[in-house]
């Protein structure tokens, strides 16, 4: 009955391959988020989706590539990884499609690029 | 950009004792929230401020928001082991309604 899902866990890989990591949400919620965690615990928003329609994509590199199939998933590719992006990264979703109540996180996923 | 600034960075405290965590922002805000993340694991919700509101209570938790001043602060009362975390507060923007801005977080330790 987890209510944000993401797999893997973790994920060790090496530079230049393409890896997936996989949200799913049991909430009902309409919006989606992914967060990307440095290691200084810094954690910026990559991208959002609400009903599976992109709503906020913030600067980031375009080897990174969201897919919402229903507004119960939301999941992350990255085309030819680089070390730089070894980090944890959340999902989130939220009750409505505004911002104003609260946001639900997943475990994380941790990406080490070797 | 980064909106929320937490200060201290780094907090040490005995149990039992108050744990007070501090948050400053520059933009307009639509509602400020406080986030908890232990180690390892994924941020969990605490309690939401909504910008025409002062103090707000949960629990151990009271929060305060001064908008003039655009700062908030965190405290919890009668600190306990498992309150060691990582504490972080994120701010919804005026008119960017569907994103959250979060800082860097304020890692307290609770000693028993």
């Known amino acids: 009955d987890t209510a944000v899902s993401q797999t893997p866990k973790y994920l060790v890989t090496q530079m230049g391959n393409d890896k997936s990591i996989k949200c799913e949400q049991n909430?009902?919620?309409?919006?989606m988020y992914w967060y990307k965690q440095d290691s200084k615990k810094f954690l910026k928003i990559m991208f959002s989706?609400?009903?599976?329609?992109?709503?906020i994509n913030e600067t980031v590199p375009n080897r990174f590539s969201p897919k919402s199939p229903d507004k119960a998933h939301l999941n992350l590719h990255i085309n030819s990884l680089e070390l730089g992006d070894s980090a944890v990264y959340f999902c989130a979703s939220s009750q409505e499609d505004r911002v104003r109540e609260t946001q639900y996180f997943g475990p994380g996923t941790r990406l080490l690029v070797l | 950009s980064q909106q929320g600034e937490e200060d201290p960075q780094a907090l040490s405290i005995q149990e039992g004792e108050n744990a007070t965590m501090n948050c400053s922002y520059k933009?307009?805000?639509?509602?400020l929230q406080w986030y908890r993340q232990n180690s390892g694991r994924g941020l969990v919700h605490l309690i939401l401020?909504?910008?025409?509101?002062r103090e707000k209570h949960s629990g151990r938790l009271r929060v305060t928001l001064d908008t003039s001043k655009k700062s908030s602060s965190l405290l919890i009362t009668a600190s306990r082991a498992a309150d060691t975390a990582s504490y972080f507060c994120a701010t919804a923007s005026a008119g960017s309604n569907y994103k959250l801005t979060f800082g860097k977080g304020t890692l307290l330790t609770v000693n028993p």
């Open positions: 933009t307009s805000i639509n509602n």
């Open positions: 401020i909504r910008s025409n509101e």
């Open positions: 989706y609400n009903n599976k329609e992109l709503i």
């Open positions: 909430l009902g919620h309409d919006t």
